[in-house]
Each structure stands twice: as structure tokens, then as C-alpha cells.
């Protein structure tokens, strides 16, 4: 019964360094937010350029959130990554720290979201109008109806369209190759602008005659397809991104404080400090996390939890900030403010998962900033060929046209990080954390799941129920004596002996040098002697005679009860017997884990009876017990050289080692920090069944991913070969590009629908 940590409001773990070296552990990661990438080679253009650059350890940039982590040396300021990527031709703003300042920040990215969106949607109303008239031309000579413009009507209206459309292709092409890169942009105006170009050309030297010849259709055309693409795609992009959106909107922008005379005053959220009483009246957001003083009422915490019943509180009930009162006005006495709050370490949590990268990502970058280049090379290539086979101008001008425009690293740019913020937005929203995507990828892997008993499988909140003296103790004074002791200790079973001991109207005498024992016992000097409470184990080790009382212990075991001895000195004072219910979830969750295929055994510090009582009772695979917590952690890597992939579950400082070791660590949400900082899931509300959820998300994302992947690199294959062999118009391979694009993020999108199964939301 070592210390391990009560109820609390769950920490997500702390921003780590990218890189794994002792020295970079300890450095930060600096958010930068990057304005003009238009594709996977824009991305990989700033990676190179910030990893040349002086004072930057680590760069790692994310298409789909457009924003760059960036690891600094000591000292080196955040005008550095800014110039740097400015030289490449793009914008960099770095995060503000400041709560008041980031929300302030965030509002303006978001104003100018909008207004991007809003001035392309206008391009595009622009540019889809005078494109009609074309469209209308190509069915009337489909069905044999001939030309239906003049060759002069055609040049007005695309010059209007090249303008208008192709200056955003033209200004970013412009960006990368000032900056020594090449983007879509590049592919998209070299390729319109040879279409447009050419047929200008024709015009000016055959007048009326070039009808029929004339490409100008296929520039207006792709110009239009491939702005419908980039408003769809930002649309899908928003959706995928609006789970983290959501959690920052629950942040409320003041709060009532009391002051010490009992006058209330609005206050913003920034000015409040932790011993600050604040007021929540009913339909009110709780401003930041705290613990209510007065009052009582339900909270809903759906948004921060996903748990979809509202939970009540009372006097001396944490709360956490983003969550709505229900009814009732309750006194919170604040705890924790800005980025300490539980709603901050999830946003940040949820956004570094989001920005991580998958191994077949760092593939996919490395083919992205050599395939604009390569691609340029080939419809050069493509247009000598033709020329050389006796093709013609025209067909050869076609052709090479049609590679420009088909070929664009934006699907395979968009595949892997959209599903990922989409599966990490849908977990978070279900109360599951991913703290990356490695972690997402082995989870996506597990045939294994090892479950701690206490807190994890069952409630957590035993209670005395047997209290059994050796001959001549008083039954009070050994709950005395073990009360003494367990004050100091945050241990489930510690809690409801001093829950006891206070039940009894026992008062604990006074002690001092506590001292826990990991997964066995505590002691502490209480009236000059020494007591100690823990198991046989840990009686053993210090010399106790268990003798008078190992009976006591086979009867309380027998009746599955969790059986601790207390013993002043060596001499045993007696035994108390513990039960912990299990949790109602818990069998559901076995059951959920085994129809998966996916094995699901227990690893407990309590007893072999107590044990083997929750296993059956469960239907559990295996079970052992009594574990040590480093015979845990023994038994996890045991099962990995046996070739199994293991996911330990807990919720104690004595189950950190094993959720070290696991392929996957998940903490439950109302666990010690520890646990949770050591694990990578956590979940948000103490439900077993959430374990089978993560799983089932974690391979419902690397599922996408896959599928992305697949489908981006199919098109370039199949679409390239057919451009080069003439088989494609520069419109359709417009529309077959934008179409990838979309497509990719549409797909991802589709888990942002996910739940998890069985829950009753």
C-alpha cells in the first residue's frame, strides 16, 4: 500500500523536446504559426530551410494546422525562426504565452481565416462565371452545335480569369522560387500560363482563324477547378480541426470573483490567482479549475471528459474550468489558472499529438521535395517526346500541360496529417488523450492488455469492513493506530481506513517519520513506537511475527477481502479487512477487449485470492497477484520478448514503471500525476470501456492514414502515366487534381464522427 496518488483533476503531460538526447529533453518546443504553404513541398521547404539555420536544433512543420515546432538553443530569440522563414518565402508568427495575448492572437488568425476564405470564394465566383461560357462552348461542340464563341470572346474572358485566379498562383509560385523551392503553385501557373499563353499567341496571329486551336478553356478551366478544390479542402481541413477549436472556445473570457467583504466583482479570467473565491451561477462556465466551497448543483463536463451525464457536486468537489453549471450557484475556491489548467494541458496535449509525425510521413516528405522538380522534368520530357514522335505543337503542348496540372504533392501532403487531427480531435472530444502519434500507431498494434486492479478495475474507494484484534487489542485502538499511519498516505485502502477510523469518532494520535513502501505498506512512529500497516510481505521484511494472526488473514482472504496486518513493533496488533467494488463497466470492457481479439489479464498487489475473485468475477484471461510494482513492469517485458504487444492500464505511482515499459502506457483520468505523465493515453473519466475505445480509435486513424496514402500515391501513378500518354485534357487533369486533394481530406474527415461504441452517449 505504497502512497500513490487520490482523485484529482487530471494533468496532461508536459511539452517534451522532439528530439530523444538528454540535453534536448530538457529544451522546449516553440510554436510558430506559418502563413502561404500551399502543399507538402512548401512544408518540407521550411524544414530544410530551419534546420540550416544557426541557433535551430529541430524543426518539424504540420501542413493541415499550419504551424511549425521548433526546438532552439539557449538564448537564441524567435527572430530567428521568423527571418528564416520569411528567406523561404512565407510568414511565421510565434505563439504568445500570455493567455490574454494567445486568445487575442487567436482571434486575429481566425479573422483572417475567414477573410482568406471569404476573398478565395470570391475569386472563385468570379473566375466559375466567365468559366461557364467555355463549359457551355465544350457541350455545344460535344453534341455537334460548333463554336458558340469567337476566338477574341475567349481571349477577353480567360485574360479576366488568368488575372483574377492565377495572381494567388502566380504570387506563391513567385514565393517559392525566390525562396529556392518549387511548389503547386509552380506547377499550377506554369501550366495555365503555357495553355493561356499559346493560345494568345494563336489569336493574335490567325485572328478568327486560330477557332479550334485555342487551349484557353483548359487554363480558365483548371484555374477555376483547382480554387473549388482549395475551398473545399480548407473547408474538410476546419472540420478536422475543430476538436481543438472547441476546447479553446470553453474558455471563458472573465469570471465573478468575491472579495474578502462579500462584494462581487467581474474580473478577467487572466486576473484571477489561485486562493481567489470565485462565483458560478447556474448556466455559467466554471472559469478555471478549483474546488467548490459552497453550494451544490450538477456540472456538465462532456466537452473536457466526454462522460455525457452531468455530475454533481458539493463542498470540497473539484471542478474543472470550460464546464457548465447546471443548477445551483457554487463558491469555488480557485486552484489552478492560464496554462495549468486541465483545459489548457488538454488543448496542448491534443495539439503536440496532432503535430507529430508518423515514420511513413518522414517517407512521404522526402519523396514531396524532390517530386514538383521531377515532375517539371517529366512534362519536359514530355513535350520533347511528342515533338520528337511527330505529335505536333499542340498535342506536345497538351500533354505537358496536362503533367504540370495533374501532378501535385497536396494529396500526399494532406494523407497522414488530417487523418491524424481528425482521430486525436474525435478521441479527445470520447475523453481519451493521445500524447503522439507513435503512441497511435502501437496502439493501433496491441494483442495484450494488462490491468491494474485497485482504481482501475474497480472503483477505487474500499471500505473497512472487518477489524479483527489479537487477544487483548481493543478494536479502536487498532483502527487508531492504523489511522495514525495512513493519514499521511494518498493510498485508496489508506483513505478509507482514516474514512473509518473518522466514522468511529477516532481521533488518530499524533506521528511522525512516515516512510511508504511501494505496492506493500507504510509505517510511521506513533507514541515512541514504531507502526507499520501493509501486507504479509511487507510484515516480513520488517520483522513482524504474523503467527497470532495468519488466520485472521486465510478467513478475510478466503471471503476475498483485501487483508492488511498492523503491528507495533514486531509484535502484530491485528488484521483489517478491505473491499473495493468492482467497477460496473469493468466486465462490459473485458468483454469489448475479447470480442477484438485482444487479450485482457490483471496484474494486482493484493492477494491471490482477492485476486482471482475480481478475475473470475470479470472474465478475465490470467491474472497474478501479489505483484510487486517492479515485478510489474518485469512482467510487461516478459510478455514483449514473448512477441506480444502490451497496453498496461492504471492509475498509481506504483504502476509508472509498468506504463513505462508497456508498448502502450494508459493512465485513467483520475489517477496520480505521475501515472499520468508516464503514460501515453490518458483517459479523461474513470471508465474501463474508454481502454477499448482507444485502441479502436488508434486503428481507425492509422486505418485512414493507410487508406490516404494509398489513394494520394495511386492517383499521381496511374494520373501522371495517362498525362504523359495524351490521354488526359489539361481541364480533367484540373479536376482530377483538385479532386485528390479533397478527396484526401474528405476521408479523414470522416473521423470526426467517431465514437466509441457500447458507451450509451
Known sequence: MGSVGAARVPRA???????????????PIRVFDIDGMTCAACAGRIERVLAKTPGVREARVNLALERADVVL???VADDVVVAAVDRAGYGAEPRRADPAERRRQREREEAARRAAFRRTLSLFAVSAVLTLPFLVSMVAMAVGAGHLMGPWTEFALASVVQVVAG????????????????????????????AYLFSAWMVATRGHHAAGHLYFEASATVLTLVLAGKLMEERAKAGTTAAVRALMALRPESATRLGADGGLA??????????????????ERVAVDGVVAEGEGHVDESLVTGESVPVRKGAGDAVVGGTVNGEGALTVLVRAVGEDTTLARITRLVENAQSGKAPVQRLVDRVSAVFVPVVMALAAATFAGWLL?????????????????????????LATPTALVAGTGAAARAGILIRDIETLERAARADVVLFDKTGTLTAGRPEVVDVVPTAGVDPLDLLAAAAAVQRFSEHPLARAVTAAAEASGIVPPPASGFRAVAGRGALAIVAGARIAIGNAAHMADLGVDTGTVAADLAALEARARTAVVVARERTALGVLGLADPVRPEARAAVAALAARGIAARML???NAAVAAAVAGELGLDGWKGPVRPADKAAEVEALQAAGRRVVMVGDGVNDAPALAAADVGIAMGTGTDVAMETAGVTLMRPDPRLVEAALDVARATTAKIRQNLFWAFAYNVVGIPLAVAGLLTPAIAGAAMAASSVCVVTNAGLLTRWKPSGLNR
Open 13 to 27: 503531460p508536459e511539452v517534451k523536446a522532439m528530439s530523444a538526447s538528454p540535453t534536448e529533453a530538457a529544451a
Open 73 to 75: 538553443d539557449p538564448g
Open 167 to 194: 495572381a494567388r498562383f502566380y504570387r506563391g509560385a513567385a514565393k517559392a522560387l525566390r525562396g529556392g523551392s518549387a511548389n503547386m503553385d509552380v506547377l499550377v501557373a506554369v501550366g495555365t500560363t503555357a
Open 266 to 283: 467581474t474580473v478577467a479570467v487572466e486576473d484571477l490567482a489561485p486562493g481567489d473565491r470565485i462565483l458560478v451561477r447556474p448556466g
Open 389 to 413: 514522335a511527330g505529335g505536333g505543337f499542340e498535342a506536345a503542348l497538351v500533354a505537358a500541360v496536362s503533367v504540370l496540372v495533374i501532378a501535385c504533392p497536396c494529396a500526399l501532403g
Open 604 to 606: 494486482t498487489g493484493d
